[in-house]
């Protein structure tokens, strides 16, 4: 689980500081269930508390995740491909409304191309 207060890495503590508790919860899921260094957070939604972005290390793919007025729990997943350098456009490969945590963590193996840690398969 990615610890606020002790993590080093500073880029993650700033981004999720303000972030609501369900952009938390997900991010350390995703941390916890696929590992911290599976994704970079890169959050262009800095000022959406309910949002955030994760993008996979070879920066090919960014992979959005939103909460905002959803019920516990449920999700808007948006999954793009990353198209310039500067990564300030992207192309949407797709969108899914309301989902749960079982597909958020399908979408996320699929389009980020990572696989589970065998030791770390909780649910959130």
């Known amino acids: ?26 991010v350390n899921h995703l941390s916890d269930k696929f590992g911290k260094e599976s994704f970079v957070i890169n959050d262009f939604w800095d000022a959406d508390l ?14 959005y995740i939103s909460t905002f007025l959803k019920k516990s729990g449920v999700y808007f997943v948006s999954c793009e491909n990353i198209l ?12 899914y409304r309301n989902i749960d945590i079982k597909k958020l963590d399908y979408l996320f193996i699929k389009h ?11 649910q959130i």
Do not use: W
């Not at 689980?1 to 997900?26: A, F, G, H």
């Open 50 to 63: 309910c949002a955030i972005g994760l993008i996979d290390k070879k920066k090919k793919y960014l992979f």
């Open 84 to 95: 310039i350098a500067d990564r300030r456009e992207h192309g949407v490969s797709g969108n």
């Open 112 to 122: 980020m191309g990572v696989e589970e840690t065998p030791q770390n398969s909780r």
């Open 1 to 26: 689980m990615i610890n606020l207060v002790d993590q080093k890495e500073s880029q993650v503590s700033k981004s999720l500081q303000y972030k609501d508790k369900s952009i938390v919860s997900v």
